[in-house]
């Protein structure tokens, strides 16, 4: 059994911060990619940010140069800073690990989500 957990959302203004984090827990032997999604109301659900194992990160173009995604692999947890928030930063922001269980079962794990709301 794969957990994870999401916190650090909230309420912000326009142009504030916030740093999301993610523990991933549970029978894992190895996390290959971890990333953060998003899901606005009324929308699909969109990749924001990735990062491989080895440190390689990818970004939605609409968050480059404000977000920024990294991870303790120690850990196994995996953070999103996010700088000038946008109102259409809005969403519900899922984690996702793509791992491996101690019982050699690769899978993809979702967290439950944590909302964001940027407002004034």
């Known amino acids: 059994q794969v957990q994870l957990v999401e916190s650090g959302g909230g309420l912000v203004q326009p142009g504030g911060s916030l740093r999301l984090s993610c523990a991933a827990s549970?029978?894992?032997?190895?996390?290959?990619?971890m990333a953060w999604y998003r899901q606005a109301p009324g929308k699909q659900r969109e990749l924001v940010a990735v990062?491989?194992?080895?440190?390689?990160?990818n970004y939605v173009d609409s968050v480059k140069g404000r977000f920024t995604i990294s991870r303790d692999n120690v850990k196994n947890m995996v953070y999103l800073q996010m700088n000038n928030l946008k109102p259409e930063d809005t969403a519900v922001y899922y984690c996702?690990?793509?791992?491996?269980?101690?019982?050699?079962?690769?899978?993809?794990?979702w967290g439950p989500g944590t909302q964001v709301t940027v407002s004034s």
């Open positions: 990062m491989s194992s080895g440190g390689m990160t």
């Open positions: 549970g029978s894992i032997f190895s996390i290959y990619t």
């Open positions: 996702n690990a793509d791992l491996t269980t101690n019982n050699n079962i690769r899978t993809d794990s």
